[in-house]
């Protein structure tokens, strides 16, 4: 399920989006380009459903070295700025909810999910692994990537917390609209103690801007 105030707040964004990833910071830059280098060799040879693939800026990096790539998401918005790049093998956009895509079971090498960990509900996480889980094929790999909390305490940049411990936040748009968003933020002992229950952790790095893990299945 997704926070309906989540999702315009993305639609509306879709012109301005890409911003976030040239912004003028050294340190930035560097654990962006070091995590698509590892996207490339994650995606090497692979069938690769991409959740939440907004305008396709994961994608090319997944196009680069990627058999195939099957990229879904919710904003029509997004998904029409995704489509006018040029990627470097057959992409297939869908416009879908992640918890409602009719995946083929075991049909993907690789599942990426980049930057909606953070915008699910907590109480939801039991549907969205599974959404990650299910077309995952054995021997598979699952990639996602999130952002730290702004001053390193997910306690902190936020409006409220509603009584399931979900973290609210004002973001705004270039035009000064304001919308309230469900963005969690989270310690890498919270990313451990909620992924280990459920899947075999194979890397985890936790930057000073971004946090991301390379998944299995438990029984891989």
């Known amino acids: 399920m997704t926070d309906h105030n989540t999702e315009q707040y993305y639609r509306d964004r879709a012109g301005e989006y890409e911003a976030i990833y040239y912004r003028d910071d050294p340190v930035r830059q560097g654990e962006l380009a070091a995590e698509a ?14 959740f939440a693939c907004g305008t396709g800026y994961w994608t090319r990096f997944i196009s680069e070295t990627a058999v195939s790539i099957t990229a879904v998401d919710l904003a029509a918005e997004m998904l029409a700025i995704a489509r006018r790049k040029l990627y470097g093998c057959p992409v297939e956009f869908v416009e879908a909810d992640l918890n409602h895509y009719p995946a083929t079971p075991q049909a993907f090498d690789l599942v990426a999910l980049g930057f909606w960990f953070s915008h699910h ?13 299910t077309p995952l094929a054995r021997g598979g790999t699952i990639w996602v990537i999130d952002n730290n909390p702004p001053d390193g305490d997910p306690r902190t940049d936020h409006t409220r917390f509603d009584t399931l411990g979900n973290n609210y936040k004002y973001r705004y ?25 459920h899947f075999r952790i194979l890397r985890l790095t936790y930057g000073r801007h971004y946090w ?7 029984n891989a």
């Open 121 to 133: 509900q907590r109480e939801n996480y039991d549907r969205l692994f599974r959404a990650l889980r």
């Open 37 to 50: 280098e590892r996207l490339r060799k994650l995606a090497k040879g692979r069938r690769v459903l991409e």
């Open 212 to 218: 991301s893990v390379e998944l299995s299945e438990k």
């Open 173 to 197: 748009l270039n035009d000064g609209r304001r919308y309230e968003i469900l963005k969690n933020y989270f310690t890498e002992s919270d990313l451990r103690d909620i992924l280990e229950p």
